[in-house]
Structures are given as C-alpha cells and as structure tokens.
C-alpha cells in the first residue's frame, strides 16, 4: 500500500476517486459553488471526449485519431457542441491539445466549408485548422486539464 500525502494549502480543490467508487471532494480554498461549477465543467470535458460507443473493454474499439468524422455534422450554437457525422460530440467550449502540438487549441468560432468547426491556436488565431484535419495531422486530441477559464 502507498500512502500519498496532500497539501490541501497548495490545492483549491482535491477530488479522490478509490477503486470501489467511492469519493471524496474537498475544497478548502474555493466555496462550494465555485467548486461544483468547475466539476460541472469537467463533467462536459469528460462527455464530450468519450467515444460513441459503450465503456465496455470488449465492445470499445480502437480508437484511432485518423477514424473520419463523418458526413453531415451539426451544431448546437447555444451549448457549443458539435456533432460530428459519427454521432459523437464535440464540446467546442473548452480548450484542447493535440499530441503532436506544444499548444492549447480553442473554436475559433467559424465553420470551414463542410461544415467542421475550425480550431486555433489559443494566443495566435492566426494559426487555425478545421477539426478533422487537426486530429488527423496532430492528433490524436484531448480536452485540456485545465480547460476553459
């Protein structure tokens, strides 16, 4: 058995998760409130990163970043998530890092002319490509840590 040590002064929210499910949250430098809506935020991250498929090991396949995303996206502008052609869903409000870029990545906001949304470099939006070229290119993807502040 490790025992890992904590600074709850270093942290301002701690979340434990053991093997049997079960949780802890502390937050010991941040109300309560604050800290619910930065879960909320990880839950949307977490959602919008699975698969479109069940999180069963036998019935998950490979995921492969180069996998098309599909004819026919659609976008639900209110809540910034796009749904690729695959059925999965894309939550355009947070930030994202490709493995193969030293940067963070953000929806510029535009759609390219099929549809996809176009991703750019968070601090230079004059480097942009659409999502699909993006993972293909330098993927694969992953909802930042941090996300969107």
């Known amino acids: 058995m490790r025992i890992r040590l904590i600074d709850y002064d270093e942290q301002a929210l701690v979340v434990t998760v053991d093997r049997d499910g079960v949780t802890m ?6 109300c309560d409130s604050a800290a619910a809506e930065v879960l909320r935020r990880i839950a949307d991250q977490l959602d919008a990163g699975h698969p479109p ?10 995921h492969d970043h180069v996998e098309p995303l599909g004819q026919g996206g659609a976008l639900d502008a209110d809540r ?7 059925g999965h869903a894309w939550d ?11 940067g963070e990545w953000e929806w ?25 070229v993006l993972r293909v290119l330098y993927g694969p993807i992953a909802p930042s840590a941090g996300g969107r502040s």
């Open 25 to 30: 949250v502390a937050a010991p430098r941040m």
């Open 53 to 62: 498929y069940p999180c069963t090991p036998a019935a998950a396949p490979e």
């Open 80 to 86: 910034r998530v796009w749904t690729d052609g695959t």
């Open 92 to 102: 355009l409000s947070g930030r994202w890092t490709a493995a193969e870029t030293p």
């Open 108 to 132: 510029s906001g535009l759609l390219d002319g099929r549809g996809t949304p176009v991703m750019a470099v968070v601090g230079s939006p004059e480097v942009h490509e659409s999502l699909d």
